[in-house]
């Protein structure tokens, strides 16, 4: 019953341990901060190597390891949105003025096909 209870208290300090290690080192690095702070986070672990980090004897047992191109790719998409964001909400704006512009003669089109359609199945 005794080993049982600290079994489950080292488990417990184990993982609020972990936990609180996690959160104090993306403190830390900066992960917590602004969006410019994130963003130099990003652009730091993107070029930090495991070499860096991790001794010789283990690195070289260990297979290259790279960004993904997905996460890459979509992060450079994600900055081309950014530098063109007002020219896709004004193409927005008149798309939707545009739709609604027309909405009355595109209803009545539909209304004029609809009522066809129903002379047509009637016969």
Do not use: R
């Not at 960004?67 to 081309?80: F, H, N, Q, R, Y």
């Amino acid at each position: 019953m005794a080993m049982s209870k600290v079994v489950s208290l080292l488990k417990l300090s184990t993982k609020v341990g972990l936990s609180g290690l996690a959160v104090y080192t993306t403190y830390d690095l900066g992960i917590w901060g602004n969006c410019k702070q994130g963003e130099q986070v990003f652009y730091k672990l993107q070029s930090t190597k495991l070499a860096d980090v991790l001794p010789q004897e283990i690195t070289s047992q260990l297979p290259e390891m790279t960004m993904p191109e997905e996460l890459t790719g979509t992060i450079s998409a994600v900055g081309d949105v950014k530098k063109n964001m007002w020219g896709y909400y004004n193409s927005g704006v008149s798309s939707v003025c545009g739709g609604l512009a027309s909405l009355p003669d595109t209803v009545k089109g539909w209304s004029d096909q609809a009522v066809e359609m129903v002379k047509e199945n009637i016969k």
